[in-house]
């Protein structure tokens, strides 16, 4: 059957139609897949040449900057500087021996070096890079990249170093960096992929290790192309980092300098403490150390002369020693005993030189005795028998309470590392860790501070800062973090009889400056400054009925190991309390001669901010202090750590 023409032409036009739409379609796909093909082949041919050469793109870890570390005026404690260095990729370098053996024709290395990077390449990925040496000259490191087309997969890079421009006058504060090792790495859970680059390097102690993760920053990336025998050929695109927070501290680091100088070679330590806010203005352990020797890795010979030195250069005797308080511990058992209403501060007590208790004679340092003492008194000439006698009534409950409420026997949350608890012990301490019952004469060697009574320099000036004040400061270290000022707890109030802590502190007065004191030998001259403190003297031996028979041994007669510890505390001005001290001289003997000049030179340092006019003291000690004077004056650094003898 014929079709009409008119339904013919209707399917010619639909056909058609459909052609031009098909066509279109098929038109348009071509289009795009040649767009597609063009950008592929034309707009990304470099990369993907690149990835189908045996992955030639590489990815790696750009380090961030570490934060750098102030005092409180700002002056650098802990910096990086530029250095030079030379690195080896593994996967790129092909041949080690032979790679090492061409570039030591053009650098001269060390062996150590060398024998420490090829274990380093064995125990981390192929494609991290490996220190080879480190701090090389300008001109070591013009050779190396001027013959790199040599030298596959062994790069000159560019990198930050970290020193301590003042050497060891913080080192016991900020601490140092060291290389990681797996012994760090063991005790990270998820260890951050920077500390598995090879010579990476992370706080080891001090706030360097306590703040390690604010000071390290997050690193960055960079992709590279290498050609096939490793050279890096271009850097391909790079995302930086985040450098890590700068730190200021509350240290104030001409006091720290000069304390340490004023220390020298003593086995020694001694803190300053701001009466009205709880800021540490110095934290000094002496003898001190280089810290810049630990930063690429210390030598056998430099560390075993440290830690074969008898007075233990490397603990931070400030924070982490502990030691029998001796006669600073008396104004704790004093002001218990107001507190208790057990006595008044006209009470007297008689001193025959000794005290019997339980068939056991407890002695006086003054042989003779002291006789009537009252507690003004008992304080200023430090009589033991007296502090005994209200020990009996008073008990330990009560005196363990009140070393508490003054700071003895807390840990302080500061980063520093091994900060002690000391030892404020109870009966029920002695029973749980000694397994034996409290008696009566732990009470009365307590009271003395001796006996299991322990405290750190730290936490005597704490003690002192809060007698002082009558608030219940808290030492802080750190002053602010990238420029913000770090919250100071406000003070409460230690809930204690203001009359009671004015006799305190009266008595502590009479100590410096009454005759018959026993630091009146270091006492300050100029009113405005004059200082309140209190002498002690901790046995580290016990003295035998034969010794006592012959006569107690003179400490100077004794091995250093077997002198008694000197202590001294105090706070100033007394009239308006600005900084608290606490100083200890291991070994020393006797606090009056050994700690308590040392502690009025740190007070008059820190209150004159500088070297104080010599008319601050005693007539007979101003020709002395004006020589010691010049001799630390010469030897402080300046505002770069560079001493007199070390500047151009």
Request: net charge positive.
């Amino acid at each position: 059957m014929r079709r009409a023409p008119t339904d013919v032409a209707e399917t010619q036009k639909r056909f058609t139609r459909r052609a031009l739409l098909l066509g279109g379609a098929q038109i348009g796909f071509m289009a795009l897949l040649g767009l597609r093909m063009r950008h592929l082949q034309v707009d990304q041919a470099d990369q993907y040449r690149l990835l189908a050469e045996e992955n030639r793109i590489n990815i790696r870890l750009i380090p961030p900057a570490r934060g750098e570390i102030y005092d409180r005026n700002g002056v650098p404690v802990a910096r990086n500087v530029q250095s030079y260095r030379i690195t080896i990729v593994r996967e790129d370098a092909g041949d080690i021996d032979s790679a090492l053996t061409r570039l030591s024709s053009l650098v001269e290395l060390d062996e150590d070096d060398v024998n420490r990077a090829v274990t380093e390449m064995k125990r981390s990925a192929p494609f991290l890079p490996v220190t080879i040496a480190d701090r090389v000259s300008w001109d070591e490191m013009s050779r190396v990249a001027v013959n790199s087309p040599a030298l596959p997969g062994i790069t000159p890079e560019v990198g930050l170093s970290r020193t301590y421009p003042l050497a060891g006058d913080l080192a016991h504060v900020v601490g140092y960096v060291g290389p990681v090792s797996d012994y760090d790495l063991s005790k990270i859970e998820n260890p951050d992929q920077l500390l598995r680059i090879p010579r990476f390097q992370i706080g080891k102690v001090g706030i360097e290790a306590k703040r390690e993760t604010e000071l390290r920053g997050k690193a960055g990336t960079k992709r590279v192309e290498v050609n096939a025998v490793g050279r890096v050929m271009r850097e391909l695109d790079r995302r930086e980092g985040e450098a890590g927070d700068d730190l200021q501290l509350t240290i104030d680091q001409r006091l720290q300098s000069y304390i340490q100088l004023r220390l020298g070679e003593e086995s020694a330590a001694a803190v300053v403490m701001d009466c009205r806010n709880g800021d540490l203005l110095a934290v000094n352990s002496s003898p001190t150390f280089d810290p810049n020797l630990f930063v690429s890795g210390i030598s056998v010979a430099d560390y075993r002369s440290l830690t074969e030195n008898k007075y233990r250069p490397l603990a931070a005797k400030s924070v982490q020693g502990t030691y029998p308080p001796g006669s600073t511990f008396k104004m704790v058992t004093a002001l218990a005993a107001l507190e208790a209403g057990l006595v008044s501060a006209e009470d007297t007590v008689y001193c025959p030189g000794h005290l019997e208790v339980a068939n056991r004679r407890f002695h006086c340092w003054k042989r003779a005795g002291h006789g009537h003492m009252n507690l003004q008194t008992a304080l200023r000439e430090s009589c033991d028998v007296y502090f005994y006698e209200i020990a009996l009534e008073l008990g330990i409950d009560k005196i363990s309470a009140m070393s508490s409420k003054l700071g003895l026997g807390e840990r302080f949350d500061l980063p520093m590392s091994g900060v002690a608890r000391g030892l404020n012990p109870t009966k029920d301490w002695k029973q749980s860790v000694r397994g034996a019952s409290w008696v009566i004469g732990d009470t009365v060697n307590a009271s003395i501070g001796q006996g299991f009574v322990l405290a750190s320099p730290l936490q005597l000036a704490v003690m002192t800062a809060r007698l002082a004040s009558g608030l219940e400061l808290m030492p802080r270290i750190v002053k602010s973090v990238n420029g913000v000022e770090q919250g100071i707890a406000d003070s409460a109030s230690l809930g204690l009889n203001e009359n009671n802590l004015r006799h305190i502190r009266r008595a502590m007065f009479s100590v410096s400056n009454n005759r018959r004191g026993t630091a009146y030998g270091s006492r300050v001259i100029e009113d405005a400054y004059r200082m309140a403190g209190k002498t002690g003297t901790s046995q580290v031996r016990n003295i035998s009925a034969a010794e006592r028979a012959k006569g107690v041994f003179r400490n100077k007669d004794l091995p250093w190991e077997r002198r008694d510890h000197a202590l001294f505390v105090n706070f100033a001005p007394y009239d308006d309390p600005k900084i608290a001290v606490a100083v200890i001289v291991e070994h020393g003997g006797g606090g009056s001669t050994a700690a308590a000049p040392v502690a009025r030179d740190i007070t008059l340092q820190a209150l004159y901010e500088g070297d104080p006019p010599l008319s601050a003291y005693p007539t007979k000690d101003r020709t002395r202090i004006e020589a010691q004077q010049k001799r630390i004056r010469e030897m402080m650094p300046d505002r770069q750590g560079k001493r007199s003898g070390d500047r151009a």
